[in-house]
T-cell receptor
Framework: QQPVQSPQAVILREGEDAVINCSSS?????VHWYRQKHGEAPVFLMI?????EQKGHDKISASFNEKKQQSSLYLTASQLSYSGTYFC??????????FGKGTLLTVNP | DTGVSQDPRHKITKRGQNVTFRCDPI?????LYWYRQTLGQGPEFLTY????????KSRLLSDRFSAERPKGSFSTLEIQRTEQGDSAMYLC???????????FGSGTRLTVV
């Protein structure tokens, strides 16, 4: 029941865009996105609830298609500080957040 | 709001010993979660509390693991008779309600030798 993230890793140059996808085989209540830098704790970015909403956080936005049980995280005009591992977490009826394996994003100058 | 605190930050123990970790959540948060993370993997759910009630425990956890949250405040996670496979980062998180983001602590890194 672990959500599947793709790609596993992506390398960008500063200023480029990236999309990270998250899909689940089960019906979802909501999707969380977190970023974790090496040796640090995961940091909450945003949460998307049922209803196909989109959200934005600086130049990072996300969408949630509940019918397809998919969410995508969009990073535009990437900055060096965006480097890290991005995790999606899916919340089902039991209120247990299950994380994917993560997408390692590297932004180079 | 001082964030989620975990203690200790690092723990090295010999196989077979018992270890206990502590988590102090954000005071207004009534939900507290324990996760385990190994290198290159996402956080893996262990258990969670709503106030002092432990609502769910992962089936992956053996009987060697136990968690408490007395009076709905801080929480402890105890591992008895540690094994090398228990080596991991143990993360604690708290949230106000399920639909709010989790605030994670810095974690306790356990090394079993």
């Amino acid at each position: 029941q672990q959500p599947v993230q793709s790609p596993q890793a992506v390398i960008l140059r500063e200023g480029e865009d990236a999309v990270i996808n998250c899909s689940s085989s089960k019906a979802l209540y909501s999707v969380h996105w977190y970023r974790q830098k090496h040796g640090e704790a995961p940091v909450f970015l945003m949460i998307l609830l049922k209803g196909g909403e989109q959200k934005g956080h600086d130049k990072i936005s996300a969408s949630f298609n509940e019918k397809k049980q998919q969410s995508s995280l969009y990073l535009t005009a990437s900055q060096l500080s965006y480097s890290g591992t991005y995790f999606c977490g899916t919340l089902k009826s039991n209120y247990k957040l299950t994380f994917g394996k993560g997408t390692l994003l590297t932004v180079n100058p | 709001d001082t964030g989620v605190s975990q203690d200790p930050r690092h723990k090295i123990t010999k196989r077979g010993q018992n270890v206990t970790f502590r988590c102090d959540p954000i005071s207004e948060h009534n939900r507290l979660y324990w996760y385990r993370q190994t290198l290159g993997q996402g956080p893996e759910f262990l258990t969670y509390f709503q106030n002092e009630a432990q609502l769910e425990k992962s089936r992956l956890l053996s009987d060697r693991f136990s968690a408490e949250r007395p009076k709905g405040s801080f929480s402890t996670l105890e591992i008895q008779r540690t094994e090398q496979g228990d080596s991991a980062m143990y993360l604690c998180a708290s949230s106000l309600v399920p639909y709010h983001g989790y605030t994670f602590g810095s974690g306790t890194r356990l090394t079993v030798v």
